[in-house]
């Protein structure tokens, strides 16, 4: 049984890595930021600068009430993290968004499937009507193949917006999920 309510001491089994879904606490930080920073260094999926410093990576990636930041533990070890919240303020904040990032060495190991599952079902049930990636890179292919997995729709891409480290100037994908 997955951990989705936050706190539960409860993991899943899927092959040899058993996650655990929970709420990142002050501890995690170390290991979420070098997870932080080596994602945003591959340059392949993230256009938040390179090079933050701790202090500026944790005032992004930590989120506040009302979204939340979780881990996923997988080993006693954090393998992935995720950040979720409202889209917009106001009058947009019934769409809820979120972020993932796992560590390049626990891939394929299923830590994805399940943040994105606890998000999924964290934003269900905090009453959000749709959930909204604002920025998919298009040639992030694992990730395109595991939103349309759950769900997800492209709803429209937008030409050249992101710079690949790799392939250059690529298209960004609006994805969508209903939750009704
Ligand atoms: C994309 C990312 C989050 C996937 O995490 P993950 O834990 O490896 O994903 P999972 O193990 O849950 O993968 C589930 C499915 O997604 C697809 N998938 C994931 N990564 C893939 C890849 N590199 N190539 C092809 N398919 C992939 C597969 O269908 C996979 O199922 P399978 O392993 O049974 O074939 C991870 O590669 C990552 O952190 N990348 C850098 C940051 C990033 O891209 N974040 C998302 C931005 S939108």
């Known amino acids: 049984m997955v951990s989705r309510g936050g706190d539960a001491d409860a993991g899943h089994e899927r092959g040899r890595a058993r996650v655990v879904v929970r709420p990142a606490t002050d501890a995690d930080w170390d290991e979420i930021y070098a997870i932080f920073t080596q994602v945003v260094d591959e340059g392949r999926t993230y256009a938040y600068p390179e090079g933050l410093s701790s202090c500026d990576a944790r005032a992004l990636w930590m989120e506040p009430d009302p979204g939340r930041t979780v881990v996923a533990v997988a080993g006693g070890r954090v393998g992935g993290t995720a950040k979720m919240g409202p889209n917009r303020p106001g009058r947009g904040s019934h769409v809820a968004t979120a ?22 079902e964290w934003s ?14 298009e040639t992030n ?40």
């Open 141 to 180: 292919t694992g990730a395109v193949e595991l939103w349309t997995k759950l769900g997800f729709a492209i709803l429209a891409t937008v030409p050249e917006a992101f710079d690949d480290a790799v392939n250059g100037y690529v298209g960004l994908h609006v994805m969508y999920r209903s939750l009704r």
């Open 99 to 120: 972020s993932f990032m796992v560590h390049p060495a626990q891939r394929r190991l299923g830590i994805a499937t399940e943040l994105a599952s606890h998000v999924i």
């Open 124 to 137: 269900r049930a905090s009453g959000y009507r749709a959930i909204q990636f604002n920025a998919v890179v």
